[in-house]
């Protein structure tokens, strides 16, 4: 068995070894944190929710690879997508038995649970995908199961869905968080679902962070609208003004219109990996040799 920060010939990966410890920083501090009695009378409860949330987090991550490695033109990003993707799927394992845990290993109890609780429903749902799609993101299954590989793994962006919605209703009153993560979510898929040609191009990315803005406005007035007694048209005037501070639409403009900025400044500041020019000196005539960079 490899182990994930070598490549087939032994060779050591920095980026993969970089983003391996990078995905065990959470589970790290908050296992420390709760040994050193620091999360208070409801540690269990508070490392449930933490770990949902970082299995949330690691899921958009992983869905932002294939766009950031087209902007930034660095393919080798790509290389960590699998990695990422599993990492979303332990959190998500892990806040499971958490609440196993929590329950005490009442599983009679933990099924009910899930059963019968709408939002824990989905969330399983949820998980069961993550865990379907790791157990055949290996290189065996990708040769094995051939163009139904990539179908089958199309299904991140339902799971996604599900997992989003789980998040929104376990927040229960406060669904800011929820709605900057949605948001985040809208724009990776309305950027899958530009043409090719429309990707490359930078007039693409500032109408893009628009929509995304304006469609979490959508998202949170519909939530508040059918989920909860608050008035929806004030959270929609909330998001019309910055005057009692920014909401989740607000961030998701602010970061996708960052974005756009970084593509812009990608396409016309020179690329440190642009070719090099080193001149050779020799008895003869000066030679002039290019290299390209890694």
Not at 94 to 104: I, S
Not at 197 to 222: H, K, N, Q
Not at 263 to 291: E, I, Q
Request: glycine share 8%; proline share 4%.
């Amino acid at each position: 068995m490899r182990v994930p920060w070598l490549d087939r010939h032994g060779r050591f990966l920095p980026l993969k070894a970089v983003v391996l410890l990078l995905g065990a920083i959470p589970g790290i501090l908050f296992g420390y944190w709760w040994i050193a009695g620091d999360l208070g009378g409801r540690a269990v409860n508070d490392v449930i929710h933490a770990s949902g949330l970082w299995a949330m987090r690691f899921l958009l991550v992983a869905l932002a690879i294939t766009p950031f490695a087209r902007l930034l033109d660095w393919s080798r990003l790509l290389t960590v997508r699998r990695m990422v993707g599993v990492t979303a799927a332990a959190y998500a394992i892990l806040h499971l038995l958490l609440y196993v845990v929590e329950q005490k290993f009442a599983l009679l109890v933990v099924v009910t649970e899930i059963y019968t609780r709408f939002y824990l429903t989905i969330g399983f749902v949820a998980l069961v995908g993550l865990i379907a799609l790791t157990a055949t993101s290996t290189d065996a299954w990708i040769r094995w199961m051939g163009k139904s590989w990539k179908r089958l793994h199309r299904l991140v962006y339902p799971i996604a869905v599900l997992a989003l919605w789980h998040y929104a209703l376990q927040s229960k009153a406060n669904v800011s968080e929820a709605v900057f993560a949605a948001g985040l979510f809208v724009w990776l898929m309305l950027w899958r679902a530009l043409p090719e040609t429309w990707r490359r191009s930078v007039l693409a990315y500032p109408p893009l962070a628009v929509a995304a803005c304006l469609l979490t406005m959508g998202i949170e007035f519909g939530w508040y609208g059918i989920a909860s007694g608050v008035d929806p048209w004030r959270v929609l005037g909330a998001n019309l003004s910055v005057a009692f501070g920014l909401r989740p639409a607000h961030w998701v403009f602010i970061v996708t219109a960052c974005v756009a900025a970084v593509f812009t400044l990608r396409r016309f500041v020179p690329s440190k990996r642009a070719v090099s020019v080193n001149v050779v000196r020799s008895s003869g005539p000066t030679r002039v040799r290019t290299a390209s960079g890694s």
